[in-house]
T-cell receptor, first 113, second 114 residues
Framework: DQQVKQNSPSLSVQEGRISILNCDYTNSMFDYFLWYKKYPAEGPTFLISISSIKDKNEDGRFTVFLNKSAKHLSLHIVPSQPGDSAVYFCAASGGNRDDKIIFGKGTRLHILP | DTGVSQDPRHKITKRGQNVTFRCDPISEHNRLYWYRQTLGQGPEFLTYFQNEAQLEKSRLLSDRFSAERPKGSFSTLEIQRTEQGDSAMYLC????????????FGQGTRLTVV
């Protein structure tokens, strides 16, 4: 069973516009959520995280929104830049109760010139 | 410290052979994770350690897979009697303390079983 779902395998966005990547989860015990970025032949790189006690966390061009009632989170990148082209993974953990990190399948983001 | 280090970066082996991978985490990190990633999929959890204690092993993981972290520092992942389906990227990650800190990944070991 897939506990973290990224239903869009790919997304294309014009440079300078907003990129919105979506993620849904099924396990209500998750209380910490992360986004990772991955380039080919490299390991995932941490981008931004959010605790379940918050509904928004912002770091520069990256903002993560969490809607606990809908079990949904999203990553907003504004403005999108060519270097943002990569695969983005949504991930979640249960915090201290069960803190292994579970990943979604990823969304490939293409930033168009 | 330059981050999580994995060795080797690439491994080609014949079916039926045993392979062992090594992961050196960031020095002060006490959590260490192993993941496997295949094409088009996200990292799949295999196992993780708190210091030298193995906290959990994925129930999807065959008995051919074993991991150790003998002194709470580096870790090894061994695959016995490799199969073609074991071909994947094997990723290691470490974190300082969970409940708020992210896990840092190494560059992975690409295994090809021929």
């Amino acid at each position: 069973d897939q506990q973290v779902k990224q239903n869009s395998p790919s997304l294309s966005v014009q440079e300078g516009r907003i990129s919105i990547l979506n993620c849904d989860y099924t396990n209500s015990m998750f209380d910490y959520f992360l986004w990772y970025k991955k380039y080919p032949a490299e390991g995932p790189t941490f981008l931004i995280s959010i605790s379940s006690i918050k509904d928004k966390n912002e770091d520069g061009r990256f903002t993560v929104f969490l809607n606990k009632s809908a079990k949904h989170l999203s990553l907003h990148i504004v403005p999108s830049q060519p270097g943002d082209s990569a695969v983005y993974f949504c991930a979640a953990s249960g915090g201290n109760r069960d803190d292994k990190i579970i990943f979604g399948k990823g969304t490939r983001l293409h930033i168009l010139p | 410290d330059t981050g999580v280090s994995q060795d080797p970066r690439h491994k080609i082996t014949k079916r039926g052979q045993n392979v062992t991978f090594r992961c050196d985490p960031i020095s002060e990190h006490n959590r260490l994770y192993w993941y496997r990633q295949t094409l088009g999929q996200g990292p799949e959890f295999l196992t993780y350690f708190q210091n030298e204690a193995q906290l959990e092993k994925s129930r999807l993981l065959s008995d051919r897979f074993s991991a150790e972290r003998p002194k709470g520092s580096f870790s090894t992942l061994e695959i016995q009697r490799t199969e073609q389906g074991d071909s994947a990227m094997y990723l290691c990650a470490s974190s300082l303390v969970w409940g708020g800190t992210e896990a840092f990944f190494g560059q992975g070991t690409r295994l090809t079983v021929v």
